[in-house]
């Protein structure tokens, strides 16, 4: 049997390989492909382990159409515990394979990508939506996804002042040591979510929280929020108030409509219909929809995580890596003996 390379690709490899204004850009391209039906995006199968939180799940998605079209999946396990243990609460990887023979291409760390690209995906929606001027910053949660976060929303906008809350002090802390030190900006360490956000432009919410950590109450005429860490039906981040007050925009509509709590529970309370989610950020990039149309605007983006946005990350990282030599190639057959 004669056998196929495919690349294998570091969660070192990644971060050299898709910087954060890079992968804007291909989030771009990718929500873009979800909106103009260029792409095949099927929600996720999750499985849960009885009697814990944990769950096993499989993202697949088609990227393009035709010979050049990609295709392949995100597997990973997602254990909330694993926050006071020295695993990530996501662990696995990413699958590329070509839509012509369904050669399997690469397989990437998954971590670091979801890393990157959710935290490009919400700097998309800050370019697209936050007021052009939007100086200030207030981050609520300091996981994995704060340091990304900070670098994507600078990507896009010219912030000033940065306020972090966690209900881990000593995690906001180590935080904002480490965003004075990889880019020479002063973070504020809350007391509360309520101190952190007043008067912020932008929000950022990356919290585990299954109960709202942000209040529509706290937040200010012009405030863009990006709503990241919740996504199954039952958990949000965000109360109702929140959402009512906010021009609401998402991934992608149908998963909004499946999984989203953010969403799911004030609709739940008859706050509001399925006629307030205005648009996907594909929808905007089309300029089929408006965004902002004044100031005073609260916009709202509901982030899910797609599969297309893994399968879009993992394409431009393999075609870099087999330019520049990154990556360890492995035999793993799909060639037949003629």
């Known amino acids: 049997m004669k056998e196929l390379e495919t690349l294998l690709i570091s969660g070192a490899d990644v971060r050299a390989l898709l910087p954060m204004k890079e992968c804007i850009e291909v989030m771009a391209g990718a929500l873009s492909s979800v909106t103009d039906g260029s792409s095949v995006l099927p929600l996720r199968t999750v499985m849960r382990l009885d009697g814990t939180p944990n769950a096993f799940a499989a993202m697949p998605a088609v990227v393009g159409k035709g010979a050049g079209a990609s295709l392949g999946a995100k597997i990973i396990t997602v254990f909330p515990g694993n926050a006071a243990t020295p695993y990530d609460a996501h662990i696995g990887v990413v699958l590329l394979f070509d839509a012509e023979h369904g050669r399997l291409l690469a397989i990437a760390d998954a971590s670091s990508i979801t890393e990157i690209r959710t935290s490009a995906v919400s700097g998309l929606a800050t370019r697209l939506l936050a007021r052009e001027d939007a100086s200030e910053l207030a981050i609520l949660g300091a996981g994995v996804l704060?340091?990304?976060?900070?670098?994507?929303?600078?990507?896009?906008?010219?912030?000033?002042?940065?306020?972090?809350?966690?209900?881990?002090g000593d995690r906001?802390?180590?935080?904002a040591a480490r965003a004075k030190k990889q880019f020479d900006i002063d973070v504020i360490v809350s007391g509360s979510a309520r101190s952190a956000v007043e008067g912020a432009d932008v929000i950022c919410t990356i919290t585990a929280s299954r109960t709202p950590v942000l209040e529509g109450a706290w937040l200010a005429p012009g405030a863009h929020v990006n709503a990241v860490g919740a996504s199954i039906p039952t958990a949000r981040e965000l109360d109702t108030a929140a959402v009512v007050k906010s021009k609401l925009f998402v991934d992608r509509r149908e998963s909004?409509?499946?999984?989203?709590?953010?969403?799911?529970?004030?609709?739940?309370?008859?706050?509001?219909?399925?006629?307030?989610?205005?648009?996907?950020?594909?929808?905007?990039?089309?300029?089929?929809?408006?965004?902002?149309?004044?100031r005073d605007d609260i916009t709202l983006f509901k982030s899910l995580g797609l599969a297309v946005e893994d399968v879009a990350a993992l394409r431009h990282i393999h075609t870099k890596a087999l330019a520049s030599g990154a990556g360890a190639r492995v035999s793993l057959g799909g060639l037949r003996d003629h």
Do not use: M, Q
């Not at 976060?149 to 881990?168: F, T």
């Not at 906001?172 to 935080?175: E, N, R, S």
């Open 146 to 168: 704060a340091l990304p976060h900070l670098e994507a929303v600078r990507s896009v906008r010219d912030i000033k002042r940065v306020r972090v809350w966690s209900r881990s």
């Open 172 to 175: 906001a802390k180590d935080f």
């Open 256 to 294: 909004t409509l499946s999984e989203a709590g953010d969403f799911l529970i004030p609709r739940s309370e008859g706050a509001v219909t399925d006629a307030h989610i205005l648009g996907e950020l594909g929808d905007l990039l089309a300029k089929k929809v408006k965004g902002r149309t004044s």
